[in-house]
């Protein structure tokens, strides 16, 4: 009975620590070459504007445009070229500003509807949900690298990352990097969704991402213990890595 109770008090514990966690969403969209211009303008005069209000506001935590960085591989082979990235302190927040999100204040805030802006031919929608599991950032980066995978055990993944942020942490300064996280997936989990874990690394200039890419910078701090447990719980490496650039963002 003891045994039972203790269970119960365990897993109490541990599913109320979830609840508090952060959380975001990753939407990720396709805008045509000929509108990307105006996609931006409108984002930066309007959408950041909106966004912002609700950071102040205390309904979001963060807000952000990603751009996926052109002249990497066929662009065909990318689904988006753009992502937004929406951040919440838990579940509750995020969920209550699905109900109410900060584009519907548009007219409130600007005078007028939205539907009057040009439109921007926007394609291939796709939303994801994450609870974020650790996490650092030291100053404001300029790019962004986001890494989906399946791994074999999602905790040994969490506990490994942990230490791994703690060593790209100390020596972010001497490698550019401006941010660090590991997250897991709330949403969507199905055979269409086969990655369970998510990270993403966030650097000052494209220098330092590519040579987080080729296995240096800041890679190159991780011990090689670290680094074969790391591949062996993720055996067909990672899923999707596109490298962005940051547009706009909250403050």
Sequence with gaps: MKKI??????????????????TFVLHGVHVPNKNQENFESQEIEYNSKLAQDYVDSGKMRGWALLKRVSGI???????FN?????????????????????????????????????????SKSGIYHFMTQNEFNTGQGKYIILNDGKVNDIQAAIELGIETGKIFKKNSKKTGMTGWGVATVIAPQDKHNDSNIFYWDIYDSMEGVMKHMANQGAVLDIPNNMSEKFLSNLPNGFNHRNIAEFIIGTK
């Design 82 to 122: 753009y992502f937004w990235v929406h951040a919440f302190d838990d579940i509750d927040q995020m969920v209550a500003h699905k109900e109410d999100p900060f584009w519907g204040k548009f007219e409130d805030k600007f005078g007028f509807k939205s539907s009057k802006l040009k439109g921007n031919g926007i």
């Design 73 to 79: 591989g066929d662009a065909e082979d990318y689904k």
């Design 5 to 22: 109770l203790l269970l119960f008090t365990i897993l109490f514990i541990y599913t109320n620590s979830l609840s508090a966690q952060r």
